[in-house]
């Protein structure tokens, strides 16, 4: 394999991590600081697991751009 067809695949498999992690993170974070603004415990369930589905939607979109845009230029 070159090289370069290596960096390729590290920054996609990167981009899968970030897609995924920011969402989750960011989510999270504001569930925590809003259950220690109104004393609750439920928002931050809530709200990490709206990011999983958010870094999950986000995923699938790299994916489903990263395929079309191979099975195009197979053509």
Known sequence: ???????????FVTQ???NMLV???MCSFAG???DRYFG???W????FFVGAIAGGRN???LAKKAYG???DSDQ
């Open 69 to 71: 845009s191979k099975e």
């Open 44 to 47: 931050f369930i809530i709200l």
């Open 1 to 11: 394999m070159d090289k370069r067809n290596n960096f390729k695949i590290l920054t």
């Open 40 to 42: 609750t415990q439920i």
């Open 23 to 25: 969402p989750i993170c």
């Open 59 to 61: 995923v699938y979109i």
């Open 16 to 18: 899968f991590a970030v």
């Open 32 to 34: 925590y600081y809003i």
